[in-house]
């Protein structure tokens, strides 16, 4: 009686399920669940040196094998790690876990997750060309992670954005560097102070102001002539782009250099705004004030900055000279201890 309870415990019990293709077998065999082919489909893909990935429904993927294929000796479970795939147009995310294994001998088992799982944090192409597109629009990667943030509700790295731009920014710079710039000859001129890692530089940028083009741009660690020299010289020999006139930032550091052969055709212009802030340094001074203060000037004294501003802003030639006439009776009739400041002030509006 014993015996015959053990031998129906364990013999096998096979069931076979009828289907109505047997009854009928002009009807079409059942298609195959898609989440199932699916995975038949990966785990196709994925035999990488000698070891077999599959993939659970849970996401997880796990070496098949039980055993090492060098040495023989049986592996081990070691921990797993997570795999995201960011999705486009901010439709979410897939999350995948690696379940590592490991000889005891050999050491952990690597092999290629690629085709089942990204590296890292996989982002969809979409946000890759979107990124490169706003850069060239003139966004900063600082800027660019704050676009992502607010349209697409995902936090990607600084470092990640700037990977991006590099792919696409190499070959730009052979293109940039071959084409020719459009040029008009009247460039501006600026000099920048930066720091860059705790250190003093400067950014010594002209721009065409008719076609807006950037012909040179440079850091460099000093300013002045040297500097200046060096970067009007790549632009006429590298770019060979002739330069007729410079609007330049009120600067004095240039020595010089349009006294020489090579500078000396170049027609010079203040940039008026910075001529305004000169002026009106000077109009401070001579009101008893710090040319660098951030204080507005007393409303006594601002007639007189507007009638500077009026030479300034003259459209014609006969207005200004008319301008000039006025400013210069205007500081002859005027007294104080710093009168200086006004008639220096005075030969930079003549300049």
């Given at each position: 009686m014993q015996v015959t309870k053990i031998r129906e415990k364990i013999a096998p019990i096979k069931i076979e399920q009828c289907t109505l293709n047997k009854f009928f077998p002009e009807i079409p065999n059942p298609k195959e669940?898609?989440?199932?082919k699916k995975l038949k489909q990966i785990n196709g893909l994925s035999v990488n040196e000698g070891y077999t990935l599959r993939m659970k429904h849970d996401g997880t993927i796990y070496i098949k094998e039980e055993y090492c294929l060098d040495c023989g000796r049986r592996i081990i479970k070691n921990g797993y790690n997570r795999r995201i795939a960011i999705l486009a147009e901010g439709l979410g995310k897939h999350e995948f876990r690696i379940h590592r294994k490991r000889c005891p001998y050999c050491g952990e088992i690597k092999p290629d997750y690629s085709k089942l799982a990204p590296k890292n944090g996989n982002y969809h192409?979409?946000?890759?060309?979107?990124?490169?597109?706003?850069?060239?629009?003139?966004?900063m990667p600082?800027?660019?992670?704050?676009?992502?943030?607010?349209?697409?509700?995902?936090?990607?790295?600084i470092t990640t954005i700037v990977n991006w731009?590099?792919?696409?920014?190499?070959?730009?710079?052979?293109?940039?560097?071959?084409?020719?710039?459009?040029?008009?000859?009247?460039?501006?001129?600026?000099e920048i102070h930066l720091r860059i890692n705790k250190e003093r530089m400067y950014a010594i940028d002209t721009v065409d102001v008719i076609t807006r083009f950037v012909p040179v741009a440079k850091i460099s660690e000093n300013m002045g002539r040297k500097a200046g020299r060096k970067v009007l010289m790549e632009g006429?020999?590298?770019?060979?782009?002739?330069?007729?006139?410079?609007?330049?930032?009120?600067?004095?550091?240039?020595?010089?250099?349009?006294?020489?052969?090579?500078?000396?055709?170049?027609?010079?212009?203040?940039?008026?705004?910075?001529?305004?802030?000169?002026?009106?340094?000077?109009?401070?001074?001579?009101?008893?004030?710090?040319?660098?203060?951030?204080?507005?000037?007393?409303?006594?004294?601002?007639?007189?900055?507007?009638?500077?501003?009026?030479?300034i802003n003259a459209k014609h030639e006969s207005d200004a000279y008319i301008q000039l006439e006025i400013i210069r009776n205007t500081i002859e009739r005027l007294k104080g201890k710093r009168i200086k400041e006004l008639h220096t002030a005075l030969k930079q509006l003549e300049g």
């Open positions: 669940h898609g989440l199932i192409k979409s946000y890759k060309r979107r990124a490169r597109q706003h850069y060239m629009e003139g966004l600082s800027q660019i992670q704050r676009v992502f943030r607010i349209d697409f509700g995902i936090e990607i790295s731009i590099e792919v696409v920014r190499e070959p730009l710079r052979e293109i940039f560097r071959t084409t020719p710039v459009l040029s008009s000859g009247y460039w501006g001129y600026d006429r020999k590298n770019c060979q782009l002739w330069i007729n006139g410079i609007v330049k930032d009120c600067t004095t550091n240039l020595g010089g250099l349009f006294r020489k052969k090579s500078f000396k055709h170049i027609l010079q212009q203040n940039c008026l705004m910075h001529v305004k802030w000169i002026v009106s340094a000077h109009v401070k001074a001579f009101a008893g004030m710090s040319k660098r203060s951030n204080k507005p000037l007393p409303k006594e004294w601002r007639w007189l900055r507007d009638r500077l501003y009026a030479l």
